[in-house]
């Protein structure tokens, strides 16, 4: 499972799963590219990394729901390390709402850009390159919400719904050379899941075998799996990673 001089783009990857998989991919002796809307909280991330690690990091700002953004992302990662061997579509929102019939219009946009619009322009760009430069592997963060789509959570589920659609045609467009996967993601005790009241934690918790929510440690496996020859045959694949969710 090792990284070695390997190169990793984590969007959303300053807090949650993405500084999980940042740090895991550090250890594992990749270079890291840590993307995310708040540039102090990927400065913060990026100077843990040189210093627990050894490793480069490279703390960019980039709001993934713009177009431009993703593309100035691309270009500075390009001209700062040359390659990119792993790219995690790992940034994602779901604002809450009062109602669907309160949705705004806005709202909508904005959870279908960063979930969805985002993922397929950097995987797009990306890909090609690494199509172009004998390989690499793209790892998209998904949701149970694809699958088992909550009324509170619409849009965010359709947009995870897309981006696991997503998986399947870039893993055919880009293969043979570029693994493209999917970890599914059940509820995590992530910062969101600081404001949950018990009884919500409970209820959550009953719907998995488990009977618990994830810690944000336990993508680790999976995101090594899937970034590095471990999974050397493993495409187009959608791994539930939910404690078993009924």
Not at 29 to 50: F, H, N, P, T, Y
């Amino acid at each position: 499972m090792s990284l070695t001089d390997k190169v990793v783009v984590v969007t959303g990857g300053s807090r949650g799963l993405g500084k999980e998989m940042v740090l895991a991919f550090a250890a594992a002796g990749a270079d890291v590219v840590i993307a995310s809307r708040k540039l102090d909280d990927c400065v913060a991330l990026a100077d843990e990394v040189k210093n627990t690690h050894g490793r480069r990091a490279l703390p960019v700002a980039c709001n993934v729901s713009d177009w431009a953004q993703c593309d100035a992302l691309v270009e500075t990662v390009y001209a700062e390390f040359g390659r990119v061997d792993v790219l995690v579509n790992n940034a994602g929102l779901s604002p809450l709402y009062p109602s669907l019939d309160q949705v705004s219009e806005a709202l909508f946009d904005k959870v279908i850009g960063v979930n969805l619009k985002g993922p397929f322009r950097l995987s797009s760009l990306i890909g090609t390159r690494m199509a172009a430069d004998g390989g690499g592997s793209i790892i998209n963060i998904s949701s149970i919400e694809a699958v088992r789509p909550a009324p509170f959570a619409l849009p965010y589920a359709a947009a995870k719904a897309g981006l696991n659609t997503l998986t399947a045609g870039l893993a055919q467009s880009f293969g043979p050379a570029v693994r493209v996967n999917t970890i599914q993601c059940g509820a995590f005790a992530t910062d969101i899941a600081k404001a949950w009241p018990d009884e919500m934690r409970a209820q959550i918790s009953s719907l998995n075998a488990q009977h618990r929510v994830g810690e944000p440690h336990e993508i680790v496996g999976a995101a090594l799996f899937f970034a590095t020859e471990a999974s050397a045959f493993c495409t187009g694949a959608t791994l539930a990673l939910d404690g078993g969710w009924r």
